[in-house]
């Protein structure tokens, strides 16, 4: 029976032909670009404008990055695009209801969340912040955010994993897989290599196809065969001269035809400068959105650089999200998210995942110890990293209330020292700062030697807290970032001195979002805790730890150079402005720029390891309150054949009950195009083990993971020989390993698109 061309809704999947036949192509220029982006506090004039008709059109959630049209006619709701990677980032209150605020929870960053080496509780964190995406409105989460931690100053860091891309891709699938379980969407961004911040609409990164395919590429290409995330937002950068919104290679025959992706690509906020040539990249849904965009798409219908077909396949990708929404199911929202319950988890998430970077006998420490807690921010915790990946929170646990509320006595003197003087700071800071700036940090006081050696008589602990908060925008610096401040060196010189000479510890917790240097200050403190930046219960997380009542089993999902010049890609980092240049007017541009990737494979631990440079603390590093030993690995698969089973025994040999981390490292025979000393290839956690406990972990590789990219043959490789499955306790010691051998060469797949 003919349908009445008048009642044409979307309903469903099927329904989504018919209704791209029925809609106008002014309609369909609206679908594919957004609409809604209000950024309070940017200079007026600086973004382009939205169609005017955008207007009269109600918010649905105030400070949401953005959302789609709707077209009533057809039945096509609005669909809501939130950030981000660390929480729901939308405005605390509404001009419209005075009732109550909209807060969301803070959760560890994704730098914390990877030390975990946890796929479990990172999916129960993905799970938890579904909801309370759900409960607001929100049908997208714009994150996990994936690329890879190239260099240490990346500004952005937090908002990522890893330096490894097997680490990246497994953390952003059991992410992926905790938010979509609750029928809200994922956005794994930014597809791809944008490992820094720097010019980075106009950035041209340089990298060779065996890099792209091995490392930037990977955790991506992970992600999708593990989490098959709703949607991929493509990055602002170019790869190798064509912008990845632009690029069909990218989008279309890598990541559609090679590694199936079935979902929208959306490009990143103001990505890319030509919409006809995203469109037919299959670069979905241009956001924000802005009415240039719709008038260029009307104008290249015309002209023959955008074709009805291709028009319509995009349109048809977004429809299919919308199908998928919470908005189009029709969810009654709240409002109302169970955040307690969520602040439950962070609390824990965070304890579990920090990383014991030194300990000589001063941690744990029993309440009711007597605790002289100086630096700003152990009295003002950095819960997080700033720009998109913020989050409006009700509040910050601060570790001088934690540390009272378990037990422990703090000098009182000195804390209300510190709370006059962060208030007196803190009073000097912009009011309303623009989203892409971090607040200058409050440098910590001159230490009274004379009150320090008093407190070093009769308190029995020293705890100093070192922060760093960094956010989009703009890279770190060396100086007064990865270096210490001269005014934290002298406070960490001064008070250890003393504390010291009374025979009494000292504890540094580190309360930063990205890599620092260490190897120069570490000698003054007895223990280091890596807080990273831990979530709204931050400070409640860290007494835990410091009590033992959680014992730390994260491990460092990056590395720590001895010094800066020691990372593979410092030479070159950030890369260089292009000679004549310019960003026509508008600084959130950028100048047009170009990096090179000359380490090309070999970053962080694969070029220590490879380059025999000694670092402070390697990949995978992190102490326990406990010790574990291992059986020897045993292959308990046919030779020769995929998946190859790995089992080890884990038993907790110390006096603490405990949790380890598994790491399984493979090193190749060599090739002359070269390998890396060893590469993690799959890993695992086992449960809290009691003193004396034991579990056998099962690990599995594919051939996959056994093969190296051949640019010359654009094919994945297994080469023959002798393979080593290593146990590593991080990515510089092997506790022990096994032999793999490979008979024949193999290749995997051939053929492959370049870049
Ligand atoms: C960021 C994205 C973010 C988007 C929307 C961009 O500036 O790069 O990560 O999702 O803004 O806020």
């Known amino acids: ?37 209000k950024i309070e506090g940017l200079p007026p004039g600086l973004l382009p404008p939205g169609d005017p008709k955008d207007d009269d059109i109600p918010e649905k959630v105030p400070g949401a990055a953005g959302r789609t049209h709707a077209i009533p006619r057809l039945g096509i709701p609005t669909i809501i695009l ?277 300990n000589d006998s001063a941690l744990p420490i029993t309440a009711p110890g007597k605790i002289a807690l100086f630096g700003v921010t152990s009295y003002k915790l950095i819960a997080g990293g700033t720009g998109s990946g913020d989050v409006n929170k009700a509040y910050v646990t601060d570790l001088d209330k934690a540390m009272l509320q378990g037990g422990y006595v703090l000098d009182a003197g ?22 892409f700036s971090t607040p200058p940090p409050i440098p910590e006081q001159q230490p009274d030697s004379e009150a320090i050696s008093r407190l070093a008589k009769y308190m029995d602990v020293a705890i100093i807290t070192i922060g760093r908060n960094a956010g989009e925008g703009s890279d770190r610096n060396i100086e007064n970032d990865f270096l210490l401040r001269e005014d934290e060196r002298t406070m960490l010189k001064v008070i250890s001195e003393a504390f010291h000479a009374n025979n009494k510890k000292v504890v540094v917790v580190l309360n930063i979002g990205g890599v620092i240097e260490t190897a120069s200050w570490r000698q003054y403190a007895d223990a280091i805790l890596l807080a990273w930046q831990p979530g709204q219960e931050g400070g409640s997380s860290i007494a835990d730890v410091i009590s033992g009542n959680i014992n730390p089993s994260g491990r460092l999902a990056a590395s720590f150079p001895m010094q800066y010049t020691d990372v593979p890609s410092s030479a070159g980092f950030p890369g260089k402005e292009l000679p004549g240049g310019s960003n026509n007017g508008n600084p959130m541009m950028g100048k047009p720029s170009e990096v090179q990737y000359t380490e090309d494979i070999y970053v962080g631990y694969r070029g220590y390891t490879t380059n025999n440079i000694a670092t402070a603390f390697p990949f995978g590093y992190g102490l326990s309150y406990t010790n574990f030993t291992y059986s020897r690995p045993r292959v308990t698969s046919a030779p020769g054949v995929a998946p190859i089973r790995v089992a080890v025994t884990v038993t907790n040999s110390g006096n603490r009950p405990g949790r380890e981390v598994v790491q399984l490292y493979v090193s190749a025979p060599a090739i002359k195009q070269g390998r890396p000393v060893r590469e993690l290839k799959a890993f695992a956690k086992t449960g809290i083990l009691p003193p004396g406990g034991k579990e056998t972990v099962q690990l599995t590789l594919g051939m996959s993971d056994l093969a190296w990219f051949d640019e010359a043959r654009m094919a994945w490789v297994v080469t023959p020989g002798t393979y080593k499955l290593e146990i590593g306790a991080n990515a510089e010691m092997v506790i022990t390993s096994t032999e793999y051998k490979i008979g024949k060469e193999m290749m995997l797949e051939k053929n492959l698109a370049a870049l």
């Open 414 to 435: 000195l804390q209300t020292e510190y709370g006059r003087y962060i208030t007196e700071k803190t009073a000097q800071l912009p009011k309303s700062p623009s989203l």
């Open 82 to 358: 939130s950030d981000g990677p660390a929480g729901i980032r939308i405005n605390p209150y509404r001009n419209s209801d005075s009732t109550k605020p909209y807060f969301a929870t803070g959760f560890p960053v994704a730098t914390l969340l990877a030390s975990s080496w946890d796929t479990a509780l990172v999916t129960q964190i993905g799970k938890a912040m579904g909801k309370e995406a759900l409960e607001y409105g929100i049908d997208v989460i714009l994150g996990p955010g994936m690329n890879l931690q190239r260099n240490p100053l990346g500004g952005r860091n937090f908002e990522y994993y890893s330096e490894d891309p097997l680490l990246t891709g497994h953390m952003a699938a059991a992410m992926v897989r905790g938010v979509q379980s609750t029928g809200v969407g994922t956005s794994i961004k930014h597809f791809a290599a944008n490992n820094q911040e720097f010019n980075r609409m106009q950035l041209n990164t340089i990298v060779s196809q065996r890099a792209l395919r091995e490392l930037y590429l990977r955790g991506f290409q992970l992600a999708v065969k593990h989490g098959q995330p709703w949607t991929v937002m493509s990055s602002y950068n170019k790869i190798n001269g064509v912008y990845t919104s632009e690029n069909p290679v990218l989008l279309k025959r890598i990541l559609r035809d090679e590694w199936k992706f079935k979902g929208t690509v959306i490009t990143d906020w103001f990505g890319g400068t030509n919409p006809a040539q995203q469109l037919n990249a299959w670069n979905n849904l241009l956001m924000p959105g802005f009415y240039a965009q719709s008038q260029a798409l009307l104008g290249a219908l015309q002209d023959g650089s955008l074709s009805a077909q291709t028009l319509d396949a995009n349109v048809a990708a977004i429809l299919q999200l919308v199908v998928q929404s919470p908005v189009f199911k029709k969810y009654k929202y709240s409002d109302k998210p169970d955040l307690s319950a969520s602040a439950a988890i962070v609390r824990r998430a965070a304890a579990e995942s920090m990383v014991l970077l030194k």
């Open 1 to 37: 029976m003919a349908q009445d061309k008048n009642n044409i809704r979307l309903t469903d999947k099927q329904s989504i032909p018919r209704v791209v036949a029925a809609m106008t192509a002014a309609e369909k220029v609206s679908l594919v670009t957004g609409m809604g982006l």
